[in-house]
């Protein structure tokens, strides 16, 4: 009988570790040039900050660009025809996989808790100005007709002013996710599948090729 205790006390400890919700906070603004981007996730009682990064030293970040220019030159030596028929069969073979892949993690992995917007935009010309200000509307009122239809969405605020007089670009959003680790571990499992097929395109290309 013990052992039945722990199974399900073990049991009730994982599910509740794959459970808990995760929120994901991002946050950006920018003003007079000037940008500043903060992205935090919240597990439980832990909260790690992820933005803004840590700058790494000079020599680590030369290192890093040269061995990363490296790799792109190696990748650059795949002939084109054999590149644009990888994509092609890729396309073809997991196309239908990638779209219910999207349409599951808005669906089922993300809920939207948050979503603050606010801008102020200004070219200095009146006709300009006023374009720019429909197309900034029509772009983040479009992609909020998308989160709603596609997940949850909590709260929103948008705040969108034009200055039809001098120059001005500046704004700022507040954005915060909520997920959980069964879900993450669903929509992995499902890319992973993604990921093995062209893989496997992958090495057929070569060997053919």
């Not at 010309?125 to 596609?150: R, S, V």
């Not at 954005?175 to 929509?187: A, D, E, F, W, Y």
């Not at 057929?204 to 090729?209: A, H």
Request: aromatic residues 10%; hydrophobic residues 50%; charged residues 30%.
């Amino acid at each position: 009988m013990t052992a039945v205790y722990i199974v399900l006390i073990i049991a009730a400890v994982i599910a509740l570790i794959i459970f808990i919700p995760i929120d994901a906070a991002f946050s950006v603004s920018y003003a007079e040039k000037n940008a500043d981007v903060r992205l935090t996730v919240k597990y439980f009682p832990i909260k790690l900050s992820i933005l803004p990064a840590k700058v790494k030293k000079d020599a680590e970040k030369a290192a890093d660009d040269a061995e990363k220019e490296k790799k792109d030159i190696e990748k650059s030596k795949r002939p084109l025809s054999q590149t644009v028929e990888l994509a092609r069969e890729v396309i073809d073979v997991t196309w239908d996989d990638i779209k219910k892949l999207i349409r599951d993690l808005f669906a089922r992995t993300l809920a939207v808790k948050k979503f603050y917007v606010s801008a102020k935009i200004g070219t200095g010309d009146a006709m300009y100005t006023g374009i720019a200000y429909g197309a900034a509307n029509a772009f983040i009122y479009g992609l909020l007709g998308f989160i709603d239809n596609h997940t949850r969405l909590d709260d929103w605020r948008v705040d969108i002013d034009a200055d039809y007089n001098g120059f001005v670009i500046e704004g700022g959003a507040d954005i915060t996710v909520r997920t959980r680790i069964s879900s993450v571990l669903v929509i992995g499992f499902k890319a992973a599948i993604i990921l093995l097929k062209i893989l496997k395109i992958n090495r057929r290309l070569k060997n053919n090729g």
